[in-house]
């Protein structure tokens, strides 16, 4: 019998603990971090996806057009910016001077939104990041910057990083007519 009890117990600490570790309250929870946005990105309206596989880039311009439904978005072709750019230039992120000049002259492209999405060994196993900076293609300015972290969800990220720069742009643009009003 003590045999039995010491195996019950021994049974019943394991669950406990396991409950505990599993609990959602434990667990990392998704987040947004160096969040920030410049008003102008409201105006970019032609924008080509960097960075991300054709899958993941489809997902990313869902989110993104959902997100701005009243704006006009246009999204360029994958298969043009690598026409014009070749494909090592877009794999190694090489966008100076001149190669941001060439996609806005040819293209029409008024922003570009660079992403990296890689593992975070923080958040837990199965932990990735998000990263996204939306680029002026002429001046080369950061619009907007975003990391999400969370689990392996291609389209969770793509869904908080967008609603997160949507938030903080609007918020900018309601602060910014409240700053503009005259005080009665």
Same mark, same amino acid.
């Given at each position: 019998?003590?045999?039995? *009890?010491?195996?019950? %117990?021994?049974?019943?600490?394991? $669950?406990?603990? *396991?409950?505990?570790?599993?609990?959602?309250?434990?667990?990392?929870?998704?987040? #947004?971090? &160096?969040?920030?946005?410049?008003h102008e990105l409201l105006s970019r309206g032609?924008?080509? #996806?960097?960075? =991300?596989?054709?899958?993941?880039?489809?997902? !990313?311009?869902?989110?993104?057009?959902?997100? $701005?439904? =009243?704006?006009? +978005?246009?999204?360029?072709? %994958?298969? %043009?910016?690598?026409? +014009?750019?070749? /494909?090592?230039?877009?794999?190694?992120?090489?966008?100076?001077?001149?190669?941001?000049?060439?996609?806005? @002259?040819?293209?029409?492209? /008024?922003?570009?939104?660079?992403?990296?999405?890689?593992?975070? /060994?923080? $958040? &837990?196993?199965?932990? @990735?990041?998000?990263?996204?900076? +939306?680029?002026?293609? /002429?001046?080369?300015?950061? !619009?907007?910057? #975003? +990391?999400?972290?969370?689990?392996?969800?291609? =389209? &969770?990220?793509?869904? *908080?990083?967008?609603?997160?720069?949507? @938030?903080?742009?609007?918020? @900018?643009?309601?602060?910014?007519?409240?700053?503009?009003?005259?005080?009665?």
């Amino acid at each position: 019998m003590n045999v039995r *009890m010491r195996a019950f %117990r021994c049974v019943s600490i394991f $669950f406990v603990l *396991m409950s505990a570790i599993l609990t959602p309250g434990c667990a990392p929870q998704p987040s #947004v971090q &160096g969040l920030f946005t410049r008003h102008e990105l409201l105006s970019r309206g032609r924008l080509a #996806v960097l960075g =991300l596989t054709e899958e993941q880039e489809q997902l !990313l311009m869902a989110s993104y057009i959902r997100a $701005f439904p =009243l704006r006009i +978005i246009t999204f360029v072709e %994958r298969y %043009r910016l690598k026409d +014009i750019l070749g /494909e090592q230039d877009l794999l190694k992120g090489r966008l100076d001077d001149n190669t941001r000049a060439k996609i806005r @002259k040819i293209l029409g492209v /008024e922003a570009l939104i660079m992403c990296t999405y890689y593992d975070d /060994e923080a $958040f &837990g196993a199965g932990g @990735k990041k998000l990263r996204i900076r +939306i680029v002026d293609s /002429e001046t080369g300015a950061i !619009l907007g910057s #975003v +990391i999400t972290i969370a689990g392996d969800n291609f =389209l &969770g990220h793509c869904e *908080m990083a967008v609603q997160a720069l949507k @938030k903080d742009l609007y918020s @900018k643009q309601q602060t910014q007519k409240l700053a503009n009003e005259p005080i009665p």
